[in-house]
């Protein structure tokens, strides 16, 4: 592999030294962000007839879980 290694026991790839390149500029490494506040969850109300019946969350990362709203 080209200026790579795998490093032993994790199976993932790993960059040499004589591959990285120092840099003053602040650099974001991992999953897309949605829409909003960088660094925070997305928060969707999801409303029927004015009445809110379920709350979407959207992670960082991506996945989402809806909270469903019973009101007795």
Known sequence: MDGERLAAGSGGPVVTADRVKV????????APQPEG?????????????????????????????????EYS
């Open 23 to 30: 840099s003053a500029e602040a650099v974001r490494i991992g």
């Open 37 to 69: 506040k960088p660094g925070e969850p997305k928060i969707q109300l999801i409303r029927e007839d004015g009445v809110i019946r379920a709350i979407d969350v959207t992670c960082l990362c991506g996945e989402r879980v809806r909270i469903r709203c």
